[in-house]
């Protein structure tokens, strides 16, 4: 006869089994490691912004291709050079790294998914972003413009999303330690939001929020 002790362990055992089969994979990882993997919705990019590396980067045209040679859809930003990721994030605390390669005006964040494509990510309470223009750093939130002082231009920077904390924090990615904390106020779930006036950008998701965050 088992004992009441392995008894305990092969039921927990069988619990376990029974909550992954019964769950997506990659629901069970998000659960367990609390990342996000995204890639960026063509779908949202405007038409001076191409994608490459798997939708991953964008690339800034100055031309750009012509509005009228591109799908004409509602989720298409017009007036702004944005483009959208296609992950919803709504609970969680998620952490992704942007590259930055020959961009000196770009514009980096959360915006909510449904936000108005006639208006830039960071003028008003649908997204929440860090820009960074002329060489230095700012908080955007709702058309208020904040400085971040004692930051250089970035290679690489990540970005950490405490969504019930209800927090957007902008991460020294080489030494793991926050730069600046931006205070939000999510109504819903939001999606990564980029914007690109120069150079490009390459984004890395899938990744653990660092231990010491």
Same mark, same amino acid.
């Given at each position: 006869?088992? $004992?009441? #002790?392995?008894?305990?362990?092969?039921?927990?055992?069988?619990?376990?089994?029974?909550?992954?089969?019964?769950?997506?994979?990659?629901?069970?990882?998000?659960?367990?490691?609390?990342?996000?993997?995204?890639?960026?919705? /063509?779908?949202?990019?405007?038409?001076?912004?191409?994608? *490459?590396?798997?939708?991953?980067?964008?690339?800034?045209?100055?031309?750009?291709?012509?509005?009228?040679?591109?799908?004409?859809?509602?989720?298409? *930003?017009?007036?702004?050079?944005? =483009?959208?990721? %296609?992950?919803?994030?709504? &609970?969680?605390?998620?952490?992704? /790294?942007?590259?930055?390669?020959?961009? %000196? /005006?770009?514009?980096?964040?959360?915006?909510?998914? @449904?936000?108005?494509? @006639? /208006?830039?990510?960071?003028? &008003?309470?649908?997204?929440?972003?860090?820009?960074?223009?002329?060489?230095?750093?700012?908080?955007?939130? @709702?058309?208020?413009?904040?400085?971040?002082?004692?930051?250089?231009?970035?290679?690489?920077?990540?970005?950490?999303?405490?969504?019930?904390?209800?927090?957007? $924090?902008? =991460? @020294?990615?080489?030494?793991? &330690?926050?730069?600046?904390?931006? %205070?939000?106020?999510?109504?819903?779930?939001?999606?990564?939001?980029?914007?690109?006036?120069?150079?490009? #950008?390459?984004?890395? &998701?899938?990744?653990?929020?660092?231990?010491?965050?």
């Amino acid at each position: 006869m088992a $004992s009441p #002790l392995r008894s305990l362990v092969l039921g927990s055992r069988a619990l376990s089994c029974l909550l992954t089969r019964a769950l997506p994979r990659g629901d069970v990882i998000l659960a367990a490691r609390r990342d996000i993997s995204f890639k960026l919705d /063509e779908k949202t990019a405007h038409s001076s912004l191409d994608l *490459f590396k798997k939708d991953t980067g964008i690339i800034y045209r100055m031309l750009g291709m012509d509005p009228t040679k591109v799908s004409q859809n509602p989720e298409r *930003f017009r007036e702004w050079a944005i =483009v959208l990721g %296609n992950t919803q994030i709504g &609970s969680g605390r998620h952490y992704w /790294e942007v590259t930055v390669k020959r961009s %000196n /005006e770009f514009r980096i964040g959360v915006a909510d998914e @449904d936000m108005s494509r @006639d /208006e830039c990510i960071g003028v &008003s309470n649908r997204s929440w972003v860090f820009a960074y223009c002329h060489s230095k750093w700012y908080v955007m939130q @709702d058309s208020k413009t904040f400085p971040i002082t004692n930051i250089g231009h970035p290679s690489k920077v990540g970005l950490l999303l405490d969504y019930e904390g209800r927090k957007l $924090s902008l =991460v @020294d990615s080489e030494k793991n &330690s926050l730069i600046h904390t931006l %205070n939000t106020d999510f109504r819903g779930p939001v999606v990564p939001a980029f914007a690109l006036w120069d150079g490009e #950008l390459l984004t890395h &998701s899938g990744l653990d929020v660092p231990a010491n965050l």
